[in-house]
């Protein structure tokens, strides 16, 4: 029998190992992810989902099942179903147990492209929404102010985001680091029919000469005879025959869009030589490159309009910086200008990963991880003498131990993953810090997030 409020605190004790951004372990979600019967046919311009052609769906809570997923013009649609599979209960006050309180935070949201590519929420029916200031208990606890759901219910709702890169069709959907909340939206390994738009080049087409009409000819004049001259008739030459003026060529389809920018110092602004590698967003594979003058940091390149493209910045003495380059809304033979700056490198600097996932209380990395990792390979394979030390902690709260373990394997994971990317393991230390180097030691356990987290600190340049 599963009573939420009696194991409130195991729960608690398996997120504290849990660092920033970490993803909870998954269950089978249990159906397909498919229109439901009697659903309303979807617009032209949507793409239904089809079915877990990709894999299944796996959810942070056995109860959350997709029953569908949409794409319109504007928005990804998510349509779950919540089922409370408590057992029916009575507690010690003769008062119904096993509640469940649902929410949805707003902070949710998609992740793709192994975490290159975003995707916010936007709007939620049939579910409440987190309160920005909750209310919070004299231990610090939250109190739940959502659905109260009793074993048994059922509660269908709706999650819009924003829409998502033709092309990408595996997805997740993040919706909390850690169980701070009774029942997570996190789901896993989504998929949805989203097929990226067909490149054409239009060639210049060559325009066909025309041949003139010719002009009609004119009778010779007769001149009169004049002395010393013999008679007879004096032709005059033929008149020029106008050109025929050339029809012009049709005006090429301009299928690209110029970008430039200038890549500079974050601290003195001066410019920078840099590499930036580009890619679509679907794409796995970097598509070429392009350096800035080292003069004026100036960069150009041609990119196909419609598209969308994520880059990241590199160069020797500087941190990596990535970014996203949005296209599908620009005209072929437009220009989208984006600066970017590079932060210094020193000896001593420690910089916090944003974006590391990772299996709840497990050390096991999810793909949503690897956009972040793999700017950090960028900056190593730029900088070839830097060493690091990678060094993981956890939250304050749960077994010293077990935190203690807990962040030494996930800092290893992340070892591992840099030296597959071809990084020299002798280049990269690990140390797992545990519960003992905490960022903050008291406040809720939203804002405790902070202390769960995977740093990097420089040993060498």
Known sequence: M???????????TLTSSCMYGSYPSGYPSGGGQQ???????????????????????????PGVT???????????????????????????????????YIEFDPAGQLVA????????????????????????????????????????????????FERLDKGLENFDLFECNDYDQIICWNVYNLYVNNPADQVV???????????????????????????????????????????AKPI???????????????????????????????????????????????????????LMKGQVYTYIASARGYQSSSGVL??????????????????PLAVGDKVTLKNIYFEMSKSDLLSASYAELDQLVAMMQGNPNMTIRLEGHTDIIGDHDKNLQLSRDRVISCQRYLVQKGIDIDRIQTIGYGD????????TDEERKVNRRVEFVILTI
């Open 2 to 12: 599963r009573k939420r409020y009696i194991i409130f605190l195991f729960l608690a």
């Open 35 to 61: 229109y439901p019967s009697g659903s309303q046919q979807a617009p032209d311009d949507t793409y239904p989902n089809t079915g877990n052609q990709r894999g299944s769906s796996r959810s942070a809570d």
């Open 66 to 100: 997709v029953n569908s997923i949409r794409l319109t013009r504007d928005y990804t649609i998510l349509n779950l179903t919540f089922t409370n599979k408590n057992q029916p209960q009575t507690n010690r006050n003769g008062q119904p147990g096993g509640q469940e």
């Open 113 to 160: 492209a192994n975490g290159a590519r975003k995707f916010g929420f936007i709007k939620a029916e049939g579910i409440p929404l987190k309160s920005a200031k909750p209310r919070i208990t004299a231990n610090g606890q939250r109190i739940p102010e959502g659905i109260n759901t009793l074993p048994g219910d059922k509660v269908t709702f709706t999650l819009y």
């Open 201 to 243: 080049y239009a060639p210049p087409v060559t325009p066909t000469p025309v041949p003139s009409k010719p002009s009609p000819t004119k009778k010779p004049t007769t001149l009169p005879q004049t002395s010393g001259e013999s008679g007879g008739e004096i032709a005059t030459p033929k008149p020029d025959v106008p050109k």
């Open 248 to 302: 012009p060529a049709p005006a090429p389809v301009l299928t690209m869009v110029g970008v430039s920018g200038v890549v500079s110092d974050a601290k003195n602004k001066r410019p920078i030589t840099a590499t930036i590698d580009y890619q679509l967003s679907s794409s796995k594979q970097a598509i070429d490159s392009v350096q800035s003058f080292a003069s004026t940091g100036a960069y150009r390149m041609s």
């Open 326 to 343: 949005d296209l599908s809304k620009l005209a072929g033979g437009q220009k989208l200008t984006r600066d970017i700056t590079l932060t």
């Open 436 to 443: 003992t180097r905490p960022i903050l030691t008291k406040g």
